[in-house]
């Protein structure tokens, strides 16, 4: 399963920019706008890692960052700080509160996306493994390989992110729409019957000879990876 991160902050823009990358990237979102808003969240919610913008409205993120770690729910939930802070004063002010990263607006996307991946190893490392594995099909992310069982799979380049978006949420459906904006992007003009011909290519491709196929799909709702069926 990706893992789930928490965003607050109250730039309308760049919230929605955060949501984007971090979507695009293989994550689950959650968005705030308030510290409240998230508070709300977290207690409803369990989360991977926490991306807080310093200054919010009414509650800063400083102050928000005090109340999570003497919390009994959330006490080791990694946080990242995000600010227009950039003094040195203020970056060890945001640590010594409790945060476990920094990054400084504005910020670069790739090293954002870094760093978020570097806390995640740390604290969650089965969020962001080099090999996603569902039954008896693999992916190894750091040799850019796909096998099922001992053979090895050969797939296009669509076809591998989406098998990798279908291993990170194996046995759970996925509509059209949810596989357009994880593997295309939200602002890509694909239309549905795309993500079936892909989805037919990555099946011809899993399956050779008595294999089953390992995708599922569930009419009116979507596809899910399922090699129990």
Aim: proline share 5%; with cysteine.
């Amino acid at each position: 399963m990706a893992a789930r991160i928490l965003l607050i902050e109250d730039d309308n823009a760049i919230l929605a920019l955060l949501d984007y990358n971090l979507g695009a990237a293989g994550y689950e979102t959650s968005t705030a706008t308030s510290a409240e808003e998230g508070e709300l969240l977290l207690a409803e919610q369990s989360f991977d890692l926490l991306l807080l913008d310093w200054m919010l409205p009414e509650m800063s993120g400083i102050e928000f960052c005090k109340r999570i770690r003497r919390s009994d729910k959330t006490p080791a939930l990694p946080i990242l700080m995000l600010t227009a802070r950039g003094e040195e004063a203020d970056k060890v002010r945001g640590l010594a509160t409790g945060a476990d990263d920094y990054v400084v607006k504005p910020f670069s996307v790739p090293e954002l996306l870094a760093r978020i991946g570097a806390l995640l190893r740390r604290s969650a490392p089965e969020r962001v493994a080099d090999v996603l594995a569902h039954g008896d099909i693999s992916l190894d992310r750091q040799a850019h390989r796909v096998m099922r069982g001992p053979r090895p799979v050969s797939v296009g380049p669509t076809e591998y992110r989406l098998l990798e978006v279908m291993l990170e949420s194996a046995g759970r459906v996925l509509s059209r729409g949810q596989l357009i904006d994880r593997v295309w992007g939200n602002t890509a003009e694909i239309d549905e019957r795309t993500v079936d011909v892909h989805i037919g290519r990555l099946r011809k491709a899993l399956t050779h000879g008595p294999e089953a196929d390992p995708i599922r799909t569930v009419r009116g709702a979507g596809y899910t990876l399922d090699t129990a069926h």
